[in-house]
């Protein structure tokens, strides 16, 4: 009878490879169907029977976090398994990643805000046993809300056949969650340290794409709005129109202080003609980046 190799206890679990290229070559290599899903923004932790540790080895100590996550230190304890799970901020709240860290660091940190999602999982005699397919099958079975309360969530994996598809559910979940990091990952992957099959034509089987990338642009024009403020009206910028390979760009400010808009709109002879930076989406198959933010002009401060 074969020997099944089981985890040591140096073993940290992590997705690799991560691919190391641009998202146009990457994206040019996908062999459909693939899982995708969003990748949280937050603190990766793995779970071992029973244990918390940050990536680093060291011990979660939150208390309050341990006692939520009770029934699913207890599954994961009696089935021997090491989830693989980012911790991150509740939605609509803004909270660093340095203080999650605080958080989880501290014996009695508030964890209001605060989440869990489950990304993978690998059983500890035996990690390369299950495919990608498997894995996120039985992570749906194992760790289901009836069994370890609703306080973890497990990561919304959809299988996309096409690149059209591929294209239509990275739009939804920038819109719908603001998210612009993503999972790829071929049905028959292994989560293992060295070559992953079938994703790539010579490489991996499982990689993270960031959509948000900064782009800099030349400002043509800065468009007003009146608001109203203590009865008076007011100008402010609205956005900014700029000059991006040849194409005409609106930038919205809405984001901004009606203190940072006045001063962009009374100083908007002295802008324009100056280059502005900003993050935009880069979805396959369009030309120019989507879901345009302001971040800074290049030479005013």
């Known amino acids: ?27 040019n290599l996908i062999q459909y169907p693939v899982y995708l899903y969003a990748y949280p923004k937050g603190v990766k932790i793995l779970i071992r029977s029973g244990h918390m540790r940050f990536e680093n080895g060291e011990i979660v100590r939150n208390m309050s976090f341990k006692h939520k996550l009770e029934k699913l230190l207890t599954k994961s304890r009696n089935i021997k398994v090491t989830l693989e799970c980012i911790v991150s901020t509740t939605p609509g709240i803004e909270i660093e990643e340095n203080e999650i860290y605080h958080i989880l660091r501290d014996l009695t940190g508030s964890i209001e805000q605060i989440h869990v999602t489950i990304l993978d999982m690998v059983f500890e005699h035996s ?17 289901r809300s009836e ?26 979940y920038n819109i719908a969650d603001s998210c612009n990091e993503f999972i790829i990952a071929s049905p028959k992957s292994k989560y293992k340290f060295g070559v992953i099959e079938d994703l ?23 468009h007003p709005k009146i608001i109203n403020i203590r009865n008076k009206n007011v100008y402010v910028a609205k956005s900014i129109e700029v000059n991006y390979k040849d194409a005409v760009l609106e930038i919205e400010l809405d984001s901004l202080s ?11 002879k002295n802008l324009t003609g100056q280059n502005i ?25």
């Open 1 to 27: 009878m074969a020997r099944v190799k089981a985890l040591d206890k140096n073993f940290k679990p992590k997705i690799i490879p991560i691919i190391q290229s641009s998202n146009t070559e990457l994206l």
């Open 127 to 143: 990690p390369e046993a299950l495919d990608f397919t498997a894995r996120t099958n039985s992570l749906k079975v194992l760790f």
């Open 147 to 172: 069994e370890v309360g609703k306080y973890p969530k497990i990561a919304n994996t959809v299988l996309v056949h096409s690149r059209k598809e591929f294209e239509n559910l990275i739009l939804v």
């Open 200 to 222: 790539f034509l010579n490489d991996g089987g499982i990689a993270k794409i960031d959509t948000k990338t900064t782009f800099s642009a030349q400002v043509m024009y800065i």
């Open 258 to 268: 009606v203190m940072v808009t006045s001063k962009i709109w009374e100083n908007r």
């Open 277 to 301: 930076l900003f993050s935009g989406t880069v979805i396959p198959g369009y030309e120019y980046p989507k879901y345009r933010s302001f971040i800074r002009f290049e030479k005013f401060q």
